[in-house]
């Protein structure tokens, strides 16, 4: 008999299901999209159905390729601070309001005010748009009967869980995105919580993110052509996940990711003063320690924008996707600098170190007779100037970086991999497997119902590295200095997208 395990991803954009081996081979794989809504521009939602429906039939096209009773267990991620309220029969009775929805701005600058020293103490963050306790402030503020109508909210990957176990819950990965979680109580912050006037009822159980939830039900076999009771390991939030899948488990080695958003991310033991309100800082599913993470909003968002800029381009088909690698091959014989032109990679505001809504991007140095490649190549180094920014701040905590891991859909683009590793100045090793946040549900999995003895020796046997990709020495001295014009160009910037507002 075989022994699989199926990871359950639900990203901001589809859900994606895999079913893997002990060794991290990919079985099978299926991938579901759904859309994302809001009736205000500052609004950003999704229907927690959708995501429901995206799962039945990426899991249903996953079994129809292996047998289920080869898979010992399944287990999930899912994108963080997005919270589904949900009425005591189980059905979501408000749209998810999703991270990168900004409407609680006033929210968020009344617990910057008076609650700063309380979020910092105990999450080591400050209030940011992000965090789910700005969007309950919300609430509270503009849809009170809404907490009266909600028996709980959860997490995308637990409603997820909920529709396959019938259970509800949480646990401390996804839970500290709130900022209402204590990592050192292990616990709420039920103090907290009542001083913001918030509903202590809708709060979930929470559990370990190792444990063994539940199982399959009876209606979710039904409807997935799942094997019902097979164990279902409680899981993660993304980021958690992708640290295990990028084997960013140890000290010194950080990952990077590149999907639409980017993230920079290493296991620190606690929150460290520096890096309170330059980085973040999240509940780890290393047991007692946490991670940090520098955010861009603008990963591979930036590549596509220009590229759809550049072709008159809504939507990227196949063949532009296609297109692209073959602009990135023009890119080769670039120099450092883009012949001068410079990409300032805030499309829809910075994170961090920045936090600033008011920042956009720019391209500057425009001239006749650039090539489209060019002009993204200029786009690949602005992003990677930001990537920068994330890892110094990292640095500036005291954190030594020996080894970087790179994943996720533009770690595929190796021309921009090695300008990463050169802009940085430091050797890079993709990884084989790109899914992080899948590998780590995975990984989650396979722990949970012990086909491993450890996280640590399950992260030996299925995340697998490329070929190492060496920095240069050279071209790293011409960065330097040209990442020192980059950010005295972006304070420009700044101060006059400030003086317009």
């Known amino acids: 008999m075989n022994k699989y395990v199926m990871a359950v991803d639900i990203g901001t954009t589809s859900v994606k299901v895999i079913v893997m081996n002990q060794s991290g081979d990919i079985i099978v794989t299926d991938s579901h999209g759904y859309s994302i809504s809001g009736c ?30 080869d898979i010992v267990a399944i287990s999930l991620s899912g994108h963080m601070s997005a919270p589904v309220f949900m009425n005591s029969g189980g059905t979501p009775i408000y749209p998810s309001i999703l991270i990168s929805d900004t409407r609680s701005k006033a929210q968020t600058d009344y ?8 979020f910092v103490e105990r999450t080591g963050n400050k209030p940011i748009d992000a965090f789910t306790v700005s969007k309950l402030l919300w609430i509270k503020e503009n849809l009170p009967q809404l907490f009266g109508n909600s028996a709980i909210f959860v997490f995308p990957k637990d409603y997820i869980r909920y529709k396959l176990t019938n259970k509800f819950g949480t646990e401390p990965t996804d839970a500290g995105n709130s900022l209402l979680y204590d990592p050192f ?67 010194e080695t950080m990952a990077i990711t590149l999907s639409t958003s980017g993230q920079v991310v290493i296991r620190v033991p606690t929150f460290h003063e520096k890096g309170i309100g330059k980085v973040t800082f999240h509940n780890s599913v290393l047991k007692d320690t946490f991670y ?56 829809v505001g910075s994170a961090t170190p920045y936090y600033d809504p008011h920042d956009r991007a720019a391209l500057i140095g425009l001239g006749l007779n650039q090539k489209k490649s060019l002009i993204l ?23 030594h970086v020996e080894t970087i891991h790179i994943g996720a859909g533009g770690s595929r683009n190796k021309i921009w991999c090695q300008m990463i590793a050169d802009i940085i100045g430091c050797d890079i090793v993709p990884l084989a497997n790109r899914d992080a946040s899948s590998l780590g549900a995975a990984i ?58």
């Open 185 to 251: 109580l292990k616990d709420w912050n039920w103090e907290l919580i009542q001083e913001l006037g918030l509903p202590t009822h809708i709060f979930p159980e929470l559990y370990d993110s190792l444990s063994i939830f539940g199982g399959v039900s009876k209606q979710a076999a039904k409807l997935t052509g799942l094997r019902e009771g097979i164990p279902v390991v409680t899981g993660g939030a993304d980021m958690a996940c992708s640290q295990l899948g990028t084997d960013a488990i140890d000290d």
């Open 292 to 347: 940090t993470m520098g955010t861009l909003f603008t990963g591979g968002l930036g590549v596509e924008w220009a590229y759809k800029l550049l072709h008159n381009k809504d939507v990227m088909s196949k063949t532009d996707y296609q297109n692209l690698t073959l602009l990135t091959s023009e890119m080769k014989d670039y120099n450092p600098g883009s012949n001068g032109l410079l990409f300032l990679p805030f499309l």
């Open 444 to 501: 989650i999995a396979g722990v949970g119902v012990g086909l491993f003895s450890s996280i640590e020796e399950a992260v030996q046997s299925m995340v697998k590295g490329k070929e190492l990709l060496t920095y240069d020495e050279d071209k790293n001295k011409t960065y330097q200095t040209l990442f020192e014009s980059y950010q005295a160009i972006y304070q420009s910037v700044n101060r006059y997208f400030h003086q317009i507002h």
């Open 111 to 118: 617990l910057n005010r008076y609650y700063y020293d309380d």
């Open 377 to 399: 190549h200029s786009v690949l180094e602005g992003i990677s100037y930001n990537i920068l920014e994330n890892v110094n701040a990292i640095k500036d905590m005291g954190i």
């Open 40 to 69: 205000n521009p500052d609004w950003v939602e999704q229907n927690p159905e959708d995501w429901w429906q995206a799962s039945q039939k990426a899991i249903k096209t996953c079994v129809e390729h292996v047998s289920t009773d």
